[in-house]
T-cell receptor
Framework: SQELEQSPQSLIVQEGKNLTINCTSS?????LYWYKQKYGEGLIFLMM?????EEKSHEKITAKLDEKKQQSSLHITASQPSHAGIYLC?????????????FGTGTLLAVQP | DTGVSQNPRHKITKRGQNVTFRCDPI?????LYWYRQTLGQGPEFLTY????????KSRLLSDRFSAERPKGSFSTLEIQRTEQGDSAMYLC???????????????FGPGTRLTVL
């Protein structure tokens, strides 16, 4: 079965610092989704990557997909307190007509002012 | 607000009682998903609808769980004879999928937090 491992499990950074979160899959990635979750709330969609080598950016967040390594990375530049939360990667595209997502366990990010 | 909405946001119930949750997807989204999330874990897939048809159910969905999407719009998830192990966040997501599409983007609701005493 598909498994996703995220690293690190948790991260504390000083405001203004850069950081990277990794998501590694045990199988070939067809669609890789990044979401952000505040504690006790729903998931907010950030980006979706499909093609090997694809890179997308939104404001100060950049995500890349390395198809060969079956890995995706999420990079935040000049972190701000508003970036704090749980970052989840999800893999989809495996179930035929069903795009059920398999999620990693998440990375908890804290940003110290 | 035209996002996915879920009601109630919180539910506390006693073991053995039945509970029902509602999800209203983004209008015109043809796919609707239910996930369950426990503390410290990522969401786990429960079931999926394409319009009104329930096309897949996870093994996590025991016979005490039932989901419906009667008119292809809102959906309900019912848990009968609740157990303490059912305590979790129940998340609903919706998407607009094209024919043959395998990578539709799912937009999540705020979730319903269930506590079974």
């Amino acid at each position: 079965s598909q498994e996703l491992e995220q690293s690190p499990q948790s991260l504390i950074v000083q405001e203004g610092k850069n950081l990277t979160i990794n998501c590694t899959s045990s199988k070939t990635l067809y669609g890789l989704y990044w979401y952000k979750q505040k504690y006790g709330e729903g998931l907010i969609f950030l980006m979706m990557l499909q093609k090997g080598g694809e890179e997308k950016s939104h404001e100060k967040i950049t995500a890349k997909l390395d198809e060969k390594k079956q890995q995706s990375s999420l990079h935040i530049t000049a972190s701000q307190p508003s970036h704090a939360g749980i970052y989840l990667c999800g893999a989809g595209g495996y179930g035929g007509a069903t795009n059920k997502l398999i999620f990693g366990t998440g990375t908890l990010l804290a940003v110290q002012p | 607000d035209t996002g996915v909405s879920q009601n109630p946001r919180h539910k506390i119930t006693k073991r053995g009682q039945n509970v029902t949750f509602r999800c209203d997807p983004i209008s015109e989204h043809n796919r609707l998903y239910w996930y369950r999330q426990t503390l410290g874990q990522g969401p786990e897939f429960l079931t999926y609808f394409q319009n009104e048809a329930q096309l897949e159910k996870s093994r996590l969905l025991s016979d005490r769980f039932s989901a419906e999407r009667p008119k292809g719009s809102f959906s309900t998830l019912e848990i009968q004879r609740t157990e303490q192990g059912d305590s979790a966040m129940y998340l609903c997501a919706s998407s607009l999928a094209r024919a043959g599409g395998r990578t539709d983007t799912q937009y999540f609701g705020p979730g319903t937090r269930l506590t079974v005493l």
